[in-house]
Every structure is written in C-alpha cells, then in structure tokens.
C-alpha cells in the first residue's frame, strides 16, 4: 500500500483565526497550525481518491473560514 502525504500552505491577513476556523472540520488524516501569516495543513493518507475528497473539501472550508475572518477581523 502507497502512501500519500502532503502539504498546502496558504497566506491569510488572520492566519490564527482562519487555522481555528478549519482545524475542527480535520480529518484524522490531517493537521492544521497558522505559522506566522500562514496556514499550514498537512494531509496523508493511502487511497488517493479519499486524499483528493479531503483536499477539495479542506479548500471549500478555507475560503469560507478565509471569508468570516475577514468579515470579522476587519
């Protein structure tokens, strides 16, 4: 069995706020801190449909976490 690991690193004026916001919605096979002005989720897993499924739902939730912070903080 393969396995798949990975990281998406994204920049956000409220890193800490935008990471609180996704961190709940992780799957086991995932990992969420803010570093500095960033975002930083690290992905793994063996089946890469599921990896794909989980990376496509993470990115709808980080635009709307992206989204309420800004609303919120700003």
Do not use: K, W
């Amino acid at each position: 069995m393969i396995g798949i690991e990975g990281v998406i690193t994204t920049t956000h004026p409220h890193a800490d706020c935008v990471a609180g916001a996704i961190r709940p919605d992780n799957l086991s096979s995932m990992t969420t801190t803010a570093q500095g002005g960033c975002v930083v989720t690290r992905v793994n897993g063996h089946q890469l449909r599921s990896v794909i499924a989980s990376v496509d739902d993470y990115l709808m939730n980080l635009t709307i976490a992206e989204e309420i912070c800004g609303c919120i903080l700003e």
